[in-house]
């Protein structure tokens, strides 16, 4: 056997194992990637959808722990979740189910949707992985989960 064909069938093993793509991380039912690049919210969801996911949707607080330690050695970043109150203001919904944020991390006084912009949800590192509302339109790293 060819080390090129040995390779191939080390990745396809490993993905059908694992289920996730080269560059995504597994855990439960869902593989996750963190970004490297900055995007707007929608550009985010975009970048997500072209490699088969969407905005990472945080579910549960052991959810959420999992997303802090893949998170953890990017200190000073902010990334962009999959929840947004665009339709309603106040009714945050994750945008890809259109099911309500039951479970939520907010930073005390979070979401304020100051001057009243703040429509899309993102998490915080240096604020204890806290969750805050901001301007949809700025440019932050992204979380994208393939469910």
């Known amino acids: 056997m060819g080390k ?14 694992l289920g ?12 996750y990637h963190v970004s490297r690049d900055k995007a707007s919210w929608v550009e985010a969801m975009r970048m997500c959808e072209l ?16 997303i802090e330690s893949m998170v953890q050695r990017q200190n ?14 106040g009714a945050w919904v994750w945008e890809t189910t259109g ?28 604020s204890h992985y806290r969750w805050f509302d901001r301007d949809c339109h700025d440019a932050l790293h992204y979380i994208c989960e393939n469910p």
């Open 99 to 126: 099911k309500a944020i039951s479970y939520t991390n907010w930073h005390h006084g979070q979401p304020d949707n100051s001057h009243n912009i703040e429509h899309c949800l993102y998490l915080d590192t240096q």
């Open 51 to 66: 490699h088969g996911g969407v905005l990472a949707d945080i579910s549960s607080s052991e959810e959420q722990a999992f």
């Open 4 to 17: 090129g064909l040995i390779l191939v069938s080390v990745f396809f093993y490993s993905t059908a194992v």
């Open 20 to 31: 996730c793509p080269n560059g995504w991380t597994v855990n439960k039912n869902s593989c």
């Open 76 to 89: 000073g970043h902010t990334y962009w979740l999959g929840g947004s109150d665009w339709t309603t203001e």
